[in-house]
Nanobody
């Protein structure tokens, strides 16, 4: 019902910025909640940020609060993750996810997932 495609990853140095994009299709954009997760090699999938469309609510992981910002452009059916002051520990595959419930911080409630985009931060 929902297809998600991420883009914008790359190789950067510590302190640099990146903006990730996630294009959604297959459902009215305003009716779903969206989240960003990341998965580093050998680690569990980790919550990064989420946005609830119906209530304009946002949540952030403590590790990225103050550095990352989630936003959306409903006209383009796209959400973004602006990542500033990147650190080597931010290195991971970043995945976009969607659900019809709310901006929860755990992956189990997300029904739809993109394939991910690699972010690598060197020191």
């Amino acid at each position: 019902q929902v297809q998600l495609v991420e883009s914008g990853g790359g190789l950067v140095q510590a302190g640099d910025s990146l903006r990730l994009s996630c294009a959604a299709s297959g459902r009215t954009f305003s009716k779903i909640s969206m989240g960003w997760f990341r998965q580093a090699p050998g680690k569990e999938r980790e919550f990064v940020a989420a946005s609830g469309w119906s209530r304009s609510m946002t949540n952030y992981a403590d590790s990225v609060k103050g550095r990352f910002t989630i936003s959306r452009d409903n006209a383009k059916n796209t959400i973004y993750l602006q990542m500033n002051s990147l650190k080597p520990e931010d290195t991971a595959v970043y995945l976009c996810a969607a659900n019809s419930i709310g901006p929860y911080d755990y992956p189990g409630v997300y029904e739809y997932w993109g394939q991910g985009t690699q972010v690598t931060v060197s020191s």
